[in-house]
């Protein structure tokens, strides 16, 4: 008896038409490049996922072949099941479902060199991974923008050719690799690089609903799912198998179904007067227009197919500026059909040539609909250079490099063998061989290929970037209200932020007013999630500076036990008045106490002053002393100087 239950039906998950959409085009073709689903969590992305999984019928498999080799394409298979010839024995197995972990290595991946075998029958045999075990499947990867990006790109490249090669340890190996590529993201847990964002064939916004009928729709299917998951798979077994022929005939028809030049001419206008980079955003727009034709029964793309495939494909891919929405103009993409209609009716009447223009005239301009400014609280951000806050650098030669770091587990880049582990046991097969290989005539190897001593053994030593974390401290009380200050420390996180962006830096704030400190923004590289969080920051009340660092302490605290690899940076921003105690003790002994433990927690510690004034009532300097940080008096607040005061930090103190 399985203990596993059946997914939830695929069709009977409630609203999210485009999700549900962009996941069956995927299935129709899988050559489509996958489909990335952004959005808040608690939205159905993972059941959408298991749901087409369970939806899509079982496939034939060469029997014990870990690739599922389809035995109906021999120019598919992989070496071994082509070497057996036509007598394969055939078996039928569900659509695979692999989930990609977290914390996957590389060697997961990928695929890699069975140790044990090498060592005792000096065989060179590769050990299938992850993506062996996808092939013809669904690979499902959650919280994609979390993954090192080392492991989405060779991830991305593998969807891309529908391949994986591994060359490694004196070993290459190829096999088939083409799987519907499934990523989920939360936005504020961080972007991925716009390099990463443009392989993904499709992109999806998911958000909760907010039709009440449909938000209770939503509960009573859960309930009656959680009841009894097997009978009501079974209430919706008539929908899903309408949908699965659909899908199905849709598969055999998309071979059939044709484009003109015009509809080529129409899709190449849309990305140029979206202004998208690079060329993959037409080549999945046709793909993804002629699922669409195939799925609705035609056998000819139209400009409908066009417009609703724009909408799944520029999302991700269009040029924008920070802090703005990334969404299709669609009234853009209205214009783009409209002139291309007209093109067309032109070409109809062919009308009598007109005499050219005088050599050297300008072209007349094109008609846009003129571009929206966004407004901001704080003022425009500002590029600023480059920040390298690691305290445990490597040497490097390359100047505008993200900083690389030693790891002691396996989730780093595989650089170079060395004798001494670093950490837990990583062996180099290849270093540890090509070290054993000269004593192979003088030693006695017994029924071994190749005899191994200690003294050959080499280890992996692995690099991964270090991500670099600064958490604001913001003073929110009714002083910092003046002169501009709290404008111009939005703008200096901002303006942080956009170098943080594509990057693994992250950036918090914590501001304190009236009688309690708050996060106004968890460490995030998300420059959207940062635009809306500090649009409305209000100011005014008291000083409660204990409560602050107490907040400070705790989230730094947390965030380090994360990424104890990583760099820190606390900025405190305030005039060092505190008046609201944690307790019944005095404010400002209770903040040198916390700032003293925040010392102990191994982080840089940066305190701009902005007491104005002969009489010093504040504590700053004093709790800067504490923190081991540096303090600066700053009368008049601007961004350009708490970002330089930031990079005086980072050259003058290299930890």
Request: proline share 8%; aromatic share 4%.
């Amino acid at each position: 008896m399985s203990l596993t239950h059946p997914a939830l039906p695929f069709a009977a998950l409630v609203g999210q038409g485009q999700l549900k959409k962009a996941l069956i085009l995927n299935a129709v073709n899988p050559r489509l490049g996958g489909v990335l689903v952004r959005g808040e969590k608690g939205t159905a992305k993972s059941s959408a996922a298991r749901g087409l999984a369970e939806l899509l019928p079982p496939i034939r498999v060469v029997a014990d072949c870990p690739y599922n080799c389809d035995p109906d394409q021999p120019e598919l298979m992989c070496l071994d099941c082509r070497d057996q010839g036509e007598s394969l024995p055939v078996r039928t197995r569900p659509m695979p479902l692999v989930d990609l972990p977290l914390g996957t290595t590389e060697d997961r991946l990928l695929g890699t060199i069975d140790l044990e075998k090498a060592i005792k029958l000096g065989e060179k045999h590769f050990e299938p991974g992850i993506l062996a075990a996808a092939h013809r499947g669904i690979l499902y990867v959650d919280e994609v923008n979390l993954l090192d990006d080392h492991l989405v790109d060779v991830l991305l490249d593998a969807a891309a050719m529908g391949v994986n090669i591994v060359q490694r340890e004196g070993v290459s190996y190829t096999h088939p690799a083409r799987f519907i590529l499934v990523g989920t993201m939360n936005p504020e847990e961080g972007e991925l690089r716009p390099q990463l964002l443009d392989r993904f064939g499709l992109c999806v916004e998911v958000r909760g609903l907010q039709d009440p009928e449909d938000r209770v729709t939503i509960v009573e299917r859960c309930l009656e799912y959680d009841d009894d998951p097997g009978g009501f798979a079974h209430r919706w077994e008539a929908e899903q198998e309408r949908l699965r022929r659909t899908i199905l005939a849709a598969r055999a028809r998309l071979p059939q179904v044709r484009h003109t030049r015009d509809m080529l001419h129409l899709i190449s206008r849309i990305c140029l007067d979206q202004g998208v980079d690079g060329h993959r955003a037409d080549l999945y727009m046709l793909k993804a227009a002629q699922a669409i034709a195939a799925y609705q029964e035609r056998d000819r793309v139209t400009e409908e197919d066009i417009r609703e495939a724009a909408e799944l494909v520029l999302l991700h891919r269009l040029r924008r500026k920070p802090f703005s929405d990334a969404k299709p103009d669609q009234e853009k993409i209205e214009e783009s059909i409209r002139k291309h209609q007209q093109e067309q009716e032109h070409r109809q009447q062919q009308p009598p040539p007109e005499a050219a223009p005088p050599a050297g005239a300008p072209p007349p301009p094109e008609p846009s609909p003129g571009s929206r400014e966004t407004t901001f609280a704080p003022e425009q951000p500002f590029q600023v250079s480059r920040l390298n806050l690691a305290t445990d650098r490597l040497p490097k030669n390359s100047r505008g490099r993200r900083t690389q770091a030693r790891t002691n587990d396996k989730s780093g880049r595989y650089v170079r063998p060395a004798l001494t582990p670093p950490g837990p046991p990583d062996p180099a097969l290849d270093a540890t061989l090509r070290a054993a290989a000269p004593y192979q005539t003088v030693r006695d190897k017994g029924n071994l290929a190749v005899a191994v001593t200690d003294p050959d053994l080499r280890h992996k030593v692995r690099e991964k970037r270090i991500g670099h974390h600064i958490l604001f401290v913001v003073d929110a009380s009714g002083s910092m209200g003046a002169n501009r200050r709290m404008v111009e420390t939005k703008t200096a996180i901002l303006s942080l932020l956009l170098d943080a962006y594509q990057k693994r830096e992250r950036v918090g704030l914590v501001v304190f007013r009236g009688e309690e400190a708050r996060l106004a923004l968890p460490f995030t590289n998300s420059v959207d999630q940062a635009g809306k969080r500090l649009e409305e920051l209000p100011t005014g009340g008291k000083t409660p500076l204990p409560h602050a660092l107490q907040l400070a302490y705790e989230l730094l605290a947390k965030e380090k036990a994360r990424h104890p690899r990583d760099a820190f940076l606390m900025v405190l921003i305030s005039d060092g008045k505190a008046n609201v105690s944690l307790g019944s003790g005095s404010a400002i002994t209770e903040a040198k106490d916390l700032a003293a433990r925040l010392r102990d927690l191994g982080i840089s510690s940066l305190v701009l002053d902005t007491e104005a004034g002969f009489l010093g009532l504040g504590c700053l300097g004093e709790l800067a002393d504490i923190l081991g940080g540096k303090h600066y008096q700053v009368h008049e607040l601007h961004a350009p100087e708490v970002v330089a005061r930031i990079e005086d930090l980072v050259k003058t103190n290299p930890v």
